[in-house]
């Protein structure tokens, strides 16, 4: 027991000193009406008078209460500590007390109003018992003055969170001079409790009992059986606080009141504020080593959440090496990230949240073979003119000489022109990837472990990135122009995919029916051939091509007007000319596309994307691995810091509390599985009250 008492004394320790509200250590929560002792029972309880006292509603947030028993301080040196309030102690009981109002007040405001949000206090002390309690307020009826007027409800639900909880005591407080067979308090523990394995009955206020009467059958668990029994208290009166009579007075009055009263005398060991305090230690302590799995359970989960936490936070900067060695190794960190995900690799990225979509230099790849080729596909040529104004083109460009068959002076012309439709999916490839590129640079700098901890440093890693690549897109940006220029500035028309003597073949082919027969001579070189301006004719000179002669223009008579003004109508060779210089011009722009879908996306990879894979850990260390950036960016988010302290000092106290459970299940042999006594005196049968005749009939007594 004495283990027991001290592995509770020492978990309690722990979790007041950090704040680890989520472990619930089995506790003692007082239930009653108003008015019904539940104040003066915590305050016989601790021996001190410490809680605010008043009339109607006084007690209108939870109080969880802490007694620690510590043998090492002198009645003189007994203190408090409020949880909101870390680190002040109270030595004057008094000012506890004012605490107290001023917590409620600040709370649910200086009226009669009530708050579920509960009030931490511990109390260490020589003379208390290890308890954990919490006072509640009282249950009440009607609402009084700035109460909603739903009051009863509220308070219910709030006692009903508390006493709910399978490790909770119900102190069921009932005043013994109202009707206890209409007790509120031991109707609310009945409907949690039913069985009342976990209710502890006590009936204060036995002083004021009709002459006569007594409550020896409620305190003999005759009339509403509980599995605990019941504890009768003789407690100050309002008349004794008011005359400040001494705890120790009033406790030993209160001996002596059971002792000599005829109908409490036999049970007088059983009753009163010291029996109450012993039975509860007992019956808290036997609890403690029921759940003690579970609180393991508790505690175990607990520590794997904070080390959750830390691993998040990463370790603080001085753990690390220093400022330097943390910025050292997120460059590095970071540089290598973006480099693996260029470069394709299966586990980088969130690649768990979004199995669906490309990322990192698959999406470079998706610019270059899809976007890119689609833009290139889309960017249509257009001469600009139609084909009557293509005619007079070709005709201007041959000048005063005759024409010939293969307008190539035009068709150089007008394809050197339509290669610049090129330059803007060129120019866009290059902001895709530039963006793609910035996108990785993102991702990759959330991935670098801790540096979420320095928002500055994060900041500026991704501007200098951010200028390092805009740099090097604007030379990638020039390169892709003058690529551009140079496939327009030389039209190559001897390139191996361009074949002209094919596309003249095609169109003449095509245009057969409508060029007028040939003349007796058969061709005897290929279409192209007239295009050589060396085999050109002279004016007024035959044409050297059998075909030639079936192609010149032949001047009609009816088309020369009265005023002698020639009107030269679209001749069939003249659409030949036309039709042949529109094929040349498209089938070399198609070489050219297939120059450019293969150059441009080399040119990105070489001044874009491997050049800053090749130089971003350079490029970041040149600009940030300075004396003075290290000092000014590697400020630690204060909030960080923060978390990782509390995270740290939750760490600590779980370790503690683990180390106090292991330290218990080795050397007490208490059983940690569940369902064990684990030491303290165990209840006389049927509870701490006499058994109830022919068994519980608590099932019947209460209406359900
Ligand atoms: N004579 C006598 N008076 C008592 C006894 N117990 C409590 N009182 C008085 O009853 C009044 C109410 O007691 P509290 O302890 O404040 O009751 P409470 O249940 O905490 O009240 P709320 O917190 O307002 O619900 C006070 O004046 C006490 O002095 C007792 O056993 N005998």
Same mark, same amino acid.
């Given at each position: 027991?004495?283990?027991?008492?001290?592995?509770?004394?020492?978990?309690?320790?722990?979790?007041?000193?950090?704040?680890?509200?989520?472990?619930?250590?089995?506790?003692?929560?007082?239930?009653?009406?108003?008015?019904?002792?539940?104040?003066?029972?915590?305050?016989?309880?601790?021996?001190?008078?410490?809680?605010?006292?008043?009339?109607?509603?006084?007690?209108?947030?939870?109080?969880?209460?802490?007694?620690?028993?510590?043998?090492?301080?002198?009645?003189?040196?007994?203190?408090?500590?409020?949880?909101?309030?870390?680190?002040?102690?109270?030595?004057?009981?008094?000012?506890?007390?004012?605490?107290?109002?001023?917590?409620?007040?600040?709370?649910?405001?200086?009226?009669?109003?009530?708050?579920?949000?509960?009030?931490?206090?511990?109390?260490?002390?020589?003379?208390?018992?290890?308890?954990?309690?919490?006072?509640?307020?009282?249950?009440?009826?009607?609402?009084?003055?700035?109460?909603?007027?739903?009051?009863?409800?509220?308070?219910?639900?709030?006692?009903?969170?508390?006493?709910?909880?399978?490790?909770?005591?119900?102190?069921?407080?009932?005043?013994?001079?109202?009707?206890?067979?209409?007790?509120?308090?031991?109707?609310?523990?009945?409907?949690?409790?039913?069985?009342?394995?976990?209710?502890?009955?006590?009936?204060?206020?036995? +002083? *004021?009992?009709?002459? $006569?009467?007594?409550?020896?059958?409620?305190?003999? =668990? %005759?009339?509403?059986? #509980? @599995?605990?029994?019941?504890?009768?208290?003789?407690?100050?009166?309002?008349?004794?606080?008011?005359?400040?009579?001494?705890m120790k007075n009033a406790i030993e009055d209160e001996e002596k009141f059971f002792r000599n009263h005829p109908a409490y005398a036999t049970i007088a060991?059983?009753?009163?504020?010291?029996?109450?305090?012993?039975?509860?230690?007992?019956?808290?302590?036997?609890?403690?080593?029921?759940?003690?799995?579970?609180?393991?359970?508790?505690?175990?989960?607990?520590?794997?959440?904070?080390?959750? +936490? *830390?691993?998040?936070? $990463?370790?603080?900067?001085?753990?690390?090496?220093? =400022? %330097?060695?943390?910025? #050292? @190794?997120?460059?590095?960190?970071?540089?290598?990230?973006?480099?693996?995900?260029?470069?394709?690799?299966?586990?980088?990225?969130?690649?768990?949240?979004?199995?669906?979509?490309?990322?990192?230099?698959?999406?470079?790849?998706?610019?270059?073979?899809?976007?890119?080729?689609?833009?290139?596909?889309?960017?249509?040529?257009?001469?600009?003119?139609?084909?009557?104004?293509?005619?007079?083109?070709?005709?201007?460009?041959?000048?005063?000489?005759?024409?010939?068959?293969?307008?190539?002076?035009?068709? *150089?012309?007008?394809?050197?022109?339509?290669?610049?439709?090129?330059?803007?999916?060129?120019?866009?490839?290059?902001?895709?990837?530039?963006?793609?590129?910035?996108?990785?640079?993102?991702?990759?700098?959330?991935?670098?472990?801790?540096?979420?901890?320095?928002?500055?440093?994060?900041?500026?890693?991704?501007?200098?990135?951010?200028?390092?690549?805009?740099?090097?897109?604007?030379?990638?940006?020039?390169?892709?122009?003058?690529?551009?220029?140079?496939?327009?500035?030389?039209?190559?028309?001897?390139?191996?995919?361009?074949?002209?003597?094919?596309?003249?073949?095609?169109?003449?082919?095509?245009?057969?029916?409508?060029?007028?027969?040939?003349?007796?001579?058969?061709?005897?070189?290929?279409?192209?051939?007239?295009?050589?301006?060396?085999?050109?004719?002279?004016?007024?000179?035959?044409?050297?091509?059998?075909?030639?002669?079936?192609?010149?223009?032949?001047?009609?008579?009816?088309?020369?007007?009265?005023?002698?003004?020639?009107?030269?109508?679209?001749?069939?060779?003249?659409?030949?000319?036309?039709?042949?210089?529109?094929?040349?011009?498209?089938?070399?722009?198609?070489?050219?596309?297939?120059?450019?879908?293969?150059?441009?996306?080399?040119?990105?990879?070489?001044?874009?994307?491997?050049?800053?894979?090749?130089?971003?850990?350079?490029?970041?260390?040149?600009?940030?691995?300075?004396?003075?950036?290290?000092?000014?960016?590697?400020?630690?988010?204060?909030?960080?810091?923060?978390?990782?302290?509390?995270?740290?000092?939750?760490?600590?106290?779980?370790?503690?509390?683990?180390?106090?459970?292991?330290?218990?299940?080795?050397?007490?042999?208490?059983?940690?599985?569940?369902?064990?006594?684990?030491?303290?005196?165990?209840?006389?049968?049927?509870?701490?009250?006499?058994?109830?005749?022919?068994?519980?009939?608590?099932?019947?007594?209460?209406?359900?």
């Open positions: 027991m004495d283990n027991l008492l001290s592995v509770m004394n020492r978990l309690m320790k722990v979790f007041a000193q950090a704040n680890v509200p989520s472990i619930q250590l089995p506790r003692i929560a007082v239930v009653g009406a108003q008015s019904a002792g539940k104040s003066s029972v915590l305050e016989a309880l601790v021996g001190r008078d410490f809680l605010p006292r008043g009339s109607g509603i006084v007690t209108r947030r939870p109080l969880v209460l802490h007694l620690i028993n510590e043998p090492s301080l002198s009645p003189t040196q007994e203190y408090g500590e409020f949880g909101h309030l870390p680190g002040k102690r109270y030595t004057d009981f008094n000012d506890i007390r004012t605490q107290i109002d001023k917590a409620t007040d600040d709370e649910a405001g200086t009226g009669k109003a009530v708050s579920n949000k509960p009030i931490f206090l511990t109390i260490h002390s020589p003379t208390v018992v290890n308890l954990i309690l919490v006072d509640l307020p009282g249950l009440t009826k009607v609402a009084v003055g700035d109460q909603p007027k739903d009051i009863e409800k509220q308070i219910l639900a709030m006692l009903e969170e508390y006493i709910k909880p399978e490790n909770t005591i119900i102190l069921a407080v009932s005043a013994g001079n109202v009707d206890l067979a209409n007790s509120d308090a031991l109707k609310l523990a009945h409907k949690h409790d039913p069985d009342g394995h976990r209710t502890l009955g006590v009936i204060t206020k036995l +002083d *004021l009992l009709d002459q $006569g009467t007594d409550a020896a059958d409620y305190l003999n =668990n %005759q009339v509403i059986p #509980l @599995r605990l029994g019941y504890v009768g208290l003789c407690l100050r009166s309002q008349k004794d606080i008011n005359e400040n009579k001494s060991s059983r009753c009163g504020t010291r029996y109450l305090g012993q039975t509860m230690s007992d019956l808290l302590i036997k609890h403690v080593a029921k759940t003690l799995p579970q609180t393991r359970v508790q505690i175990a989960n607990q520590l794997a959440q904070v080390e959750r +936490d *830390l691993a998040r936070f $990463g370790k603080a900067p001085e753990l690390e090496g220093g =400022n %330097q060695a943390f910025m #050292l @190794r997120a460059i590095t960190e970071f540089s290598q990230r973006y480099s693996t995900s260029l470069e394709g690799d299966v586990n980088t990225g969130n690649e768990s949240k979004d199995k669906a979509s490309l990322r990192g230099g698959a999406r470079l790849n998706h610019v270059f073979k899809e976007s890119y080729v689609t833009d290139l596909l889309e960017a249509k040529i257009d001469l600009e003119m139609n084909d009557d104004q293509l005619q007079i083109q070709i005709r201007n460009s041959f000048g005063v000489n005759s024409t010939l068959f293969v307008p190539e002076k035009c068709f *150089l012309q007008l394809s050197s022109r339509q290669i610049d439709r090129f330059r803007l999916p060129a120019l866009r490839c290059v902001e895709k990837s530039h963006y793609e590129c910035i996108t990785l640079v993102r991702q990759s700098l959330g991935q670098v472990d801790g540096l979420t901890r320095f928002p500055q440093l994060r900041a500026r890693m991704m501007d200098e990135t951010q200028m390092f690549l805009n740099q090097l897109k604007e030379k990638t940006l020039q390169h892709v122009t003058k690529l551009i220029e140079i496939e327009g500035s030389f039209v190559n028309v001897d390139h191996p995919k361009f074949n002209p003597l094919k596309v003249v073949e095609t169109v003449l082919k095509r245009l057969e029916p409508e060029v007028p027969e040939p003349e007796a001579q058969p061709q005897q070189q290929g279409q192209a051939q007239p295009a050589n301006p060396a085999e050109r004719g002279r004016p007024g000179q035959p044409p050297p091509n059998p075909k030639q002669p079936q192609q010149q223009p032949q001047p009609q008579e009816e088309e020369f007007d009265e005023v002698g003004i020639f009107i030269r109508t679209l001749t069939a060779q003249d659409k030949t000319k036309t039709e042949i210089v529109k094929k040349l011009v498209e089938k070399y722009y198609k070489v050219v596309r297939a120059n450019v879908a293969d150059s441009i996306p080399k040119a990105v990879m070489f001044f874009l994307v491997q050049a800053s894979r090749q130089q971003m850990q350079s490029e970041l260390m040149k600009r940030l691995y300075r004396d003075d950036l290290i000092k000014s960016l590697m400020k630690e988010d204060e909030g960080i810091a923060l978390q990782r302290k509390n995270a740290l000092e939750r760490q600590k106290v779980l370790h503690e509390a683990e180390m106090i459970l292991e330290d218990i299940s080795f050397t007490a042999g208490v059983p940690l599985s569940g369902g064990g006594m684990g030491g303290g005196r165990a209840p006389p049968r049927g509870g701490y009250g006499r058994p109830p005749p022919g068994g519980s009939n608590a099932d019947t007594y209460f209406p359900k």
